[in-house]
């Protein structure tokens, strides 16, 4: 074999092993990649729909915590008629950082035609 063809050898096996390691160093960059908020509420509504069998009518609040993120999200619980009667609910949904759901729990229902009632200061 002459020096040209190791020389070409040579370099098809840096080629190869450069692309591998290109390939490689993508897949870790996505393994690792965080959701956007975005892709957060987005498995979160599936997420809770799939296991209360509910879906989901709006996100009322929405937070990145140390522990990942945090949602209130709003459920149709019971429909009625007049729709104003039907009766609502407020889930705290957890998820981890890669937003998958880590717990939730209901914690208020109401009738979708009745206001909070007013508080002083504001809480």
């Given amino acids: 074999m002459s020096n040209t063809d190791n020389t070409e050898e040579s370099q098809d096996s840096q080629e190869s092993h450069g ?8 897949e870790n960059t996505r393994r690792t990649k965080r959701p ?11 997420q809770l729909a799939e296991l209360t ?4 009518e709006s996100v009322s609040s929405f937070e990145q915590t ?4 945090a949602l209130e999200v709003e459920v149709l619980e019971l429909e009625r008629v007049p ?9 705290q949904v957890e998820l981890d950082p890669d ?10 229902r109401y009738e979708r035609g009745r206001a909070d009632a007013h508080r002083p200061g504001g809480r």
């Fill in 66 to 69: 140390e522990e990942g993120w």
């Fill in 36 to 46: 956007s908020p975005m892709e957060v509420l987005r498995q979160a509504r599936g």
């Fill in 19 to 26: 692309s591998h390691a290109s390939r490689k160093s993508t």
């Fill in 99 to 108: 937003g998958q759901l880590t717990g939730y729990r209901r914690v208020r």
């Fill in 53 to 56: 069998g509910m879906e989901a």
């Fill in 83 to 91: 729709d104003t009667m039907s009766l609502m609910a407020s889930y």
